[in-house]
């Protein structure tokens, strides 16, 4: 199983999105999209990016 981390490469941002598409086996533009239209309903999902962006880590070297 995959662990939690942001890739190095094919991030478009910061990589969060890459990151939990690639931990949960998803495609990572599926995962950006949802993103994207979540952002439309009323809720902190531009601070919980950012809190991820912060607290997941860098893949180390892959």
């Known amino acids: 199983m ?3 981390s942001r ?3 094919g991030k478009v941002v910061a990589g969060v999105c890459a990151g939990l598409a690639r ?3 998803l495609s990572p533009t599926v995962v950006r999209l949802l993103f994207v239209l979540s952002c439309v309903l ?3 999902q531009v601070l919980v990016y950012a809190a991820l962006w912060v607290v997941v880590p860098k893949d180390a070297g892959r």
């Open 2 to 4: 995959n662990t939690l």
């Open 42 to 44: 009323p809720g902190p």
């Open 23 to 25: 931990r949960f086996g």
């Open 7 to 9: 890739p190095v490469r």
